[in-house]
């Protein structure tokens, strides 16, 4: 069965940086991109950016591209997210999804990112 | 402030149906997909429905989707308390060159 499993959870400084981890079993990986997609507490989903695990072509949202990084490792089968100079309002929970042709089929369990003085 | 409009809340008995609307512009809806998810709370969200009308393995029919210019539709019918959720659109927004997301809403089972 599909899975992706994530990292656990973070607690991060103001200025620091985060990477988190979506590792993929159950299909093959390189036939799906992934998405990462986030949540802050007691608010909606925001979306993050996308990576082709196939070429590594990347998509990031315009409000966090001067920070983010999207990596994949095939060998693996494991996507990354790294978020640097974290501020309070990256504090949320960090989803990985499977997707292909821009539908997001499965999910990660979430990580959550706290990032605290 | 979410680029998809959704009502925040909507609310029936059981049994009866409830309709979710998602509003947005000819950059996302009006010539993408939209895809609808279904968040129970603290977990993951799951997708209920994608390219307009077409449900994963395992959804019920008591879930469609539906499109009209540059509004899309979730519909619940048989609506029962398990179904108690927050509920999200998500469309490709060509201009933003981004995926976008309703800011979501809740339903309640009277």
């Known amino acids: 069965q599909v899975q992706l499993v994530q990292s656990g959870a973070e607690v991060k400084k103001p200025g620091a940086s985060v990477k988190v981890s979506c590792t993929a079993s159950?299909?093959?990986?390189?036939?799906?991109?992934i998405t990462w997609v986030r949540q802050a507490p007691g608010q909606g989903l925001e979306w993050m950016g996308w990576?082709?695990?196939?070429?590594?072509?990347?998509i990031y949202a315009h409000k966090v591209q001067d920070r983010i990084t999207m990596t994949t490792d095939t060998s693996t089968s494991t996507g990354y997210m790294e978020l640097r100079s974290l501020r309070s309002d990256d504090t949320a929970m960090y989803y990985c999804l499977r997707t292909y042709n821009r539908n997001s089929d499965y999910w990660g369990q979430g990580t959550l990112v706290t990032v605290t003085s | 402030q979410s680029v998809l409009t959704q009502p925040p809340s909507v609310s029936a008995a059981p049994g009866q149906k409830v309709t979710i609307s998602c509003s947005g512009s000819s950059s996302n809806i009006g010539n993408e997909y939209v895809s609808w998810y279904q968040q129970f709370s603290g977990t993951a969200p799951k997708l209920l429905i994608y390219d307009y009308n077409k449900r994963p393995s395992g959804i019920p029919d008591r879930f469609s989707g539906s499109k009209s210019g540059t509004s899309a539709t979730l519909g619940i019918t048989g609506l029962q308390t398990g179904d108690e959720a927050d509920y999200y659109c998500g469309a490709w927004d060509s201009s933003l060159n981004g995926y976008v997301f309703g800011s979501g809403t809740k339903v309640t089972v009277l």
């Open positions: 990576i082709s695990t196939y070429t590594g072509n990347k």
């Open positions: 159950g299909y093959i990986f390189t036939n799906y991109g």
